[in-house]
């Protein structure tokens, strides 16, 4: 069973920059899609950013497009650079991971196999 850990959130003013990685607990084997979603208050889950499994690449939903940017390191390693953050940016943020079937990136929900347990990210006016 896939662990992923999340890290890097905090409060920030607008305008401001945050980091967040995500990390797997245990070294794995295989090759894995990741994603980063995001759910803010009374609001349901929704898709920021993904990756496909060697990191070429890449697409973000409209909200975050210019400001956030995905990276990934290795198999169940995945970085969101979050910058110009927005009070409506504020949210808890998941990782996930999905084991590559192909070089395609994953955009939904229920695509992905594996999910952290989140980090809050909150962004002041």
Not at 22 to 45: D, I, L
Not at 71 to 100: F, G, H, R, W
């Amino acid at each position: 069973q896939v662990q992923l850990i999340e890290s890097g959130g905090g409060l920030v003013q607008a305008g401001g920059s945050l980091r967040l990685s995500c990390a797997a607990s245990a070294r794995t084997s295989g090759t894995y899609a990741m994603g980063w979603f995001r759910q803010a208050p009374g609001k349901e889950r929704e898709f920021v950013a993904a990756v496909n499994w060697n990191g070429g690449t890449t697409t973000y939903a409209d909200s975050v497009k210019g400001r956030f940017t995905i990276s990934k390191d290795n198999a169940l390693t995945a970085d969101l650079q979050m910058i110009s953050l927005k009070p409506e940016d504020t949210a808890v943020y998941y990782c996930a991971a999905k084991p590559a079937l192909s070089n395609n990136y994953y955009t939904r929900i229920h695509e992905y196999t594996y999910w952290g347990q989140g980090t809050q990210v909150t962004v002041s006016s």
